[in-house]
């Protein structure tokens, strides 16, 4: 600490360049805060998925639908705890643009298998007791300003009732909570048996199913025992970990991991050559001073260690900044709830973005610094600036 002087004199000399590299650190770990929050909202499904939790659905394509009457043959299957059930709706409020997954399904089996949505003991008893019953998630609820009691019609671009009506009325009788940060929030589940009496076509038929295990270890064994249960049969099954499903859905924008790493690749090894050349610009410029230094008793570690601290300095002022600037966007919820419903940094991201503020800072100085070591002092007196 009591050269901590010394470190921001030598950063006070050339204002601008300290704080145009300081900027551009800002603005590169702002970009990779802002990335991992894209990445953690398209891939929340894989995460949150259960390992003890498969999904199934037809073998051909997930708009094919699958007989209702499999969940008793399901929960007959050993190992099969809980067998749920859930349908496409595809509903629209007002207008296109306000978009989120709504779903029927049997509310008593839906609440069993999914505890990560949380609802009041009050609000699971209006459910099961209200035909006409839904419940949508905070962010959606937020969103349109949505309260209990509430009616809320949805148009359905693929199912009406045999009048020929598209649009469907539900009354929200509550309002779920996230167990997690990552919890998607925005959904909306209605009923299944007011929805199948109520459709024109496809009654007695479900979308697809998530299966409760009894042991995760033996996820691929039963999961080959549900496909077998329903070989040759006019609905065929494929059964699945529900993160391989879920992940499915993701990877059909690519392979995000792959696409974010490359961004931050490239932005790091831009930034890390902006910071180096900075620090190697300031030594070259210092050259006499470092000579001078080591005339007057300094050592070649302290000397290492004054450029290592002037480079790790200028790393914290950007990358806390922008990391810190990052967290602080995301406190506002998700800009767009209707593409990323999910929509924070991750505290493991978060410390990732720190230790990577410290690497960057100590790389950047490392050379510099070795070739600040290096010099003689009588080299370092001849030299002009």
């Keep these: 600490m009591k050269f901590l002087a010394l470190v921001l004199g030598n950063l006070r ?70 067998v749920a059930h859930q349908t496409w709706f595809g509903g629209i409020y007002q207008d296109p643009k306000n978009f989120f997954p709504n779903m029927p399904v049997d509310p008593a089996r839906f609440m069993d298998m999914f505890p990560e949505f949380r609802l009041t003991d009050e609000e699971k008893k209006a459910w099961l007791s209200t035909r006409t019953g839904a419940v949508v998630g905070r962010t959606t609820a937020d969103r349109f300003g949505w309260k209990l009691g509430d009616t809320v019609p949805l148009q359905s671009p693929i199912w009406g009732t045999p009048k020929g009506d598209t649009i469907w009325n539900f009354q929200i009788v509550g309002i779920y909570e996230g167990a997690k940060k990552n919890t998607d929030a925005s959904q909306l589940f209605f009923r299944y048996d007011y929805f199948d009496e109520a459709r024109q076509y496809g009654r007695g038929e479900v979308g697809w199913y998530t299966i409760r295990i009894e042991d995760p270890d033996k996820a691929a ?79 070649n570690g302290t000397i290492l260690g ?22 602080v966007m995301t406190l506002g919820g998700s800009p767009a709830p209707a593409v990323l419903p999910v929509f924070y940094f991750p505290p493991a991201n978060l410390l990732i973005g720190v230790l990577m503020v410290v690497g960057l800072g100590l790389v950047a100085g490392a050379f510099p610094a070795w070739q600040a070591t290096r010099l003689r002092v009588a080299d370092a007196l001849r030299r002009s600036v």
């Design 13 to 82: 000399r050339k204002k601008l360049r300290t704080a145009l590299t300081v900027l551009s650190i800002l603005v590169a770990f702002l970009l990779y805060g802002l990335l991992c929050v894209v990445r953690e909202a398209l891939t929340a499904g894989v995460s949150m998925a259960g390992a003890d939790r498969l999904v199934t659905r037809h073998r051909v394509s997930i708009i094919q639908l699958l007989p209702q009457s499999y969940t008793a043959r399901m929960e007959r299957i050993p190992g099969v705890a809980a």
């Design 221 to 299: 064994e039963v999961a080959a025992a549900i496909d077998a249960e329903f070989s040759n049969s006019p609905a065929e099954t494929k059964t699945e970990p529900e993160g391989a499903f879920a992940q499915g859905f993701a990877q059909q924008v690519g392979n995000i991991g792959a696409i974010m790493l490359g961004i931050q690749s490239a932005v790091f090894f831009t930034i890390l050559l902006v910071a180096g050349n900075t620090m190697a610009q300031a030594i070259r410029e210092r050259t006499n001073e470092i000579g001078v230094l080591k005339a007057i008793g300094f050592r």
């Design 306 to 327: 004054l450029v290592l601290a002037e480079s790790c300095t200028i790393a914290a002022l950007g990358g806390l900044a922008g990391l810190g600037l990052c967290w």
